[in-house]
């Protein structure tokens, strides 16, 4: 092959080429937060929700193990994976199924469940994987507006019709950082055909303390309809393995594991989720972190005269003033500029909000003082 064949594709007409089904063009690609400043500077990257603890090193340790044997298939069905999944939180293994991220398992029950024709409901400002699930699927997504930036039980209800197959929940949603308490989930969930998937995506459950809180682990237990999503992205610090898990009533996790690839979760992953799961020190440590430094965040914001979003996540959504200069898109790359990657949030709906992630003490203060002296308040 010459250079010129390598660099320029030949010129055909969309006849003469493979086309994807309907719907595929349409989906408007995943954008992941940024992960590089536009200077050398010390980098704090706030765009992904990933936690500034690290990971565990009972974890890494485990990576190093299988390391030693990479020759070697995984095991398929990820058992001991899904054995520590189930001793920790309290479940029967057998009902749990693993993914590489929850975004599989999102995508595996959007391709078992859904056909051209059918509908699934997310929320106004819902996770953008679901829409990208649902379309890659071939369905049709539909959107219910939400009240106040949060998820409106009777909006997605309004939208039921004899299509609706699926509906998705992030609890708390991203970016937003707001949640449904148990009762509007169980509201939600009885107003619901039984035929209709209620998917409860609780990749930030870890983080949340309130009382008036459930993952979705109760409904997903006791009824034949729910599925809860859990990753080991965000507060196990694993983003980059590639680890999430389902829960759900043995007839769809069969359903899942019949389309699942034989080997979606590597052994690297296997071995680091087992440590990080037993690994409860870890995990209380980010969650004190957020605790501390998730309402100094809000608190500090709002002393600026912004309006952030009460989150019960592990970051916050803020908006900015709706003037020359001071919109999200200045702040952004304000702050970028100085090294800080915040995540626009346009492509949400929400043009003048930035999200940002909970980070390190160090990281949280550099914000901080840098909003100052953008509105002009150092
Ligand atoms: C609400 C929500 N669900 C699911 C995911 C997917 O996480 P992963 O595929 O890394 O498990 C994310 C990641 O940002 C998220 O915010």
Not at 13 to 21: H, I, Q
Not at 88 to 96: Q, V
Request: glycine share 8%.
């Amino acid at each position: 092959m010459n250079e010129m064949t390598k660099l320029k594709e030949p010129d055909v007409t969309k006849s003469d080429r493979p086309l994807p089904k309907a719907g595929v063009l349409d989906i408007a690609a995943y954008v992941p937060g940024k992960s590089k400043g536009t200077h050398g500077q010390t980098l704090h990257k706030l765009s992904s929700n990933e936690t500034p603890l690290g990971t565990s090193s009972a974890a890494k340790a485990a990576i190093e193990t299988v390391a030693q044997n990479l020759e070697l298939y995984p095991d398929g069905a990820a058992n001991e994976l899904r054995d520590a999944i189930a001793e920790t939180y309290g479940l029967h293994p057998d009902r749990i199924i693993c993914g590489a991220g929850s975004d599989e398992i999102l995508s595996f029950l959007a391709y078992a469940y859904l056909s051209p024709g059918d509908e699934a409901i997310y929320s106004e400002h819902g996770f953008l994987i679901y829409d990208i699930a649902i379309r890659a699927a071939g369905a049709t997504p539909v959107v219910a507006p939400e009240t106040g930036l949060k998820t409106d039980v009777d909006a997605i209800l309004a939208r039921v019709t004899d299509k609706t197959k699926m509906v998705f929940i992030a609890n708390p949603n991203n970016p937003t950082g707001t949640y449904l308490p148990f009762e509007e989930v169980k509201r939600l969930h009885e107003g619901l055909p039984a035929h209709v998937l209620l998917v409860l995506d609780a990749a930030y459950g870890e983080y949340v303390r309130k009382n008036d809180y459930e993952s979705g682990i109760e409904l997903a237990a006791t009824t034949q309809n729910v599925v809860m999503t859990r990753t080991f992205s965000k507060i196990y610090g694993l983003a980059n393995l590639r680890i999430g898990w389902g829960f759900g009533p043995g007839h769809i996790i069969d359903a899942l594991n019949r389309i699942r690839g034989p080997f979606n979760v590597s052994g690297m992953a296997i071995a680091a989720g087992i440590a990080a799961v037993k690994d409860r020190e870890f995990v209380t440590r980010a969650v004190e972190h957020n605790d501390a430094w998730l309402p100094w965040l809000t608190g500090e914001m709002e002393k600026l005269g912004l309006q952030v979003t009460p989150s019960v996540g592990n970051f916050i959504l803020v908006h900015f003033p709706d003037e020359d200069g001071k919109r999200a898109v200045d702040a952004d790359a304000y702050l970028l500029e100085r090294g800080c990657v915040l995540r626009q949030v346009g492509n949400y709906g929400l043009p003048n909000a930035l999200r940002m992630t909970v980070g390190s003490e160090q990281a949280n203060r550099t914000v901080l003082q840098h909003l100052k002296e953008f509105l002009g308040q150092a």
